[in-house]
């Protein structure tokens, strides 16, 4: 909800009321200018919980999109591993002696390739799962609203979709 109004009981039809004879409109952009408006502000209470959800639910989006963004990084990770290895392997074979090509030797390839094979692995069994349950949670019946509620929520969730997929993995 973009703007924390709401309307009187006294307004007309489309949120308009008579003033002084005439058709009074403010838009929701400055009604402190137009003291003859149909909005009113919101009591304190109701903004101040209006401002605590918009506030855990950027830190939800933030969240989310870091966790999304990682992922995409490690994909294209692995997208560009392969030609990177195949040009640096030619290179090597072209300029052997070479003191500034040097670093793309084997070992700095092969570590490349287990640490996005470690985190695609990361991103596909936990991450991107994590971010699917963390925005579809609300928290536990009972406890208190806010981000930590929603971390609780999503890890026993995945822990308990981790332990399904790990039983049906040992029975078959």
Known sequence: ????????????????????????????LCPPLFPGSPLTPLPQ???ARVYETSVVLLLLTLLVLGLCTFTLAVALGAVLLLPFSIISNEVLLSFPHNYYIQWLN??????????IFLFSNLSLVFLMPFAYFFTESEGFAGSKKGI????????????????????MVWVA
């Open 106 to 115: 084997g070992s700095l390839v092969h570590g490349l390739w287990n640490l």
């Open 148 to 167: 930590m509620a929603r971390v609780y929520e999503t890890s026993v969730v995945l822990l308990l979709l981790t332990l399904l997929v790990l039983g």
């Open 1 to 28: 909800m973009p703007f924390a109004y709401f309307f009187t009981e006294s307004e007309g039809f489309a949120g308009s009321k008579k003033v002084g004879g005439h058709l009074g409109v403010c838009p929701p």
């Open 45 to 47: 209470g109701i903004m």
